[in-house]
């Protein structure tokens, strides 16, 4: 069964600390994504990756790093966590462009920064 | 860029009967793909039905169909036989062809009623 894993279902961490999200994928897929979720606004992309090393801003990227090392791994970083970053992080992939596929998403990451 | 609009917040359907979730969006394109997505309790998003734009057809898998109005850029979800099961969020989602970044709307809470 095809899936991508995010490492922690739940953090707590405290205003100026530096958060790592990590995301792993295990259907060799070239693209993947990091969503924040909020109520009443739905999911808004932050960054994107489509190759290794290669990354792309979505439309909230203020506040936030990535990283990807290797294909499989999609970080995303806070380098400074502050209390409007509270919210649900998803993370998802996908095969190439040129096709119908959906995404493949992870299970979330609930973050709380207090 | 493109936008998607929920404008059901929450919906409320009895157990068995038929209930239909709206979704408009805005786009310049011809070319694109358009999803629903089911986000349950246990957070896990999960695609419900596809539909690529130059099909004139709509999409149908099991209870769940839609209705796709590209002129009027609609594209509403219908549940028959609504399941206790099919409580969740429903995320509306498009994505322009060939590219990968998908944006979604804000999502509509679906109550099931016994």
């Known amino acids: 069964d095809v899936k991508v894993t995010q490492s922690s279902r739940y953090l707590v961490k405290r205003t100026g600390e530096k958060v790592f999200l990590e995301c792993v994928q295990d259907?060799?897929?070239?693209?993947m994504f990091w969503y924040r979720q909020d109520p009443g606004l739905g999911l808004r992309l932050i960054y994107f990756?489509?190759?290794?090393?290669?990354?792309e801003k979505g439309d909230i990227p203020e506040g936030y790093s990535v990283s990807r090392e290797k294909k499989e791994r999609f970080s995303l970083i806070l380098e400074s966590a502050s209390t409007n970053q509270t919210s649900m992080y998803l993370c998802?992939?996908?095969?190439?462009?040129?096709?119908?596929?959906?995404?493949?998403f992870g299970s979330g990451t609930r973050l709380t920064v207090v | 860029a493109q936008t998607v609009t929920q404008s059901q917040p929450e919906m409320s359907v009895q157990e068995a009967e038929t209930v239909t979730l709206s979704c408009t969006y805005d786009?310049?394109?011809?070319?694109?793909?358009l999803f629903w997505y089911k986000q349950p309790p246990s957070r896990q998003m999960i695609l419900v039905i596809r539909q690529e734009a130059y099909k004139q057809q709509n999409a149908t898998e099991n209870r769940f169909s839609v209705n796709f109005q590209k002129a009027a850029k609609s594209f509403s979800l219908k549940i028959s036989d609504s399941q206790l099961g099919d409580a969740a969020m429903y995320f509306c989602a498009y994505r322009r062809y060939n590219n990968n970044d998908m944006r979604f709307g804000a999502g509509t809470r679906l109550t099931v009623k016994p």
């Open positions: 998802a992939s996908t095969a190439g462009t040129a096709t119908n596929y959906g995404y493949t």
């Open positions: 259907m060799d897929h070239e693209n």
């Open positions: 786009t310049s394109e011809s070319d694109y793909y």
């Open positions: 990756s489509y190759d290794v090393k290669m990354k």
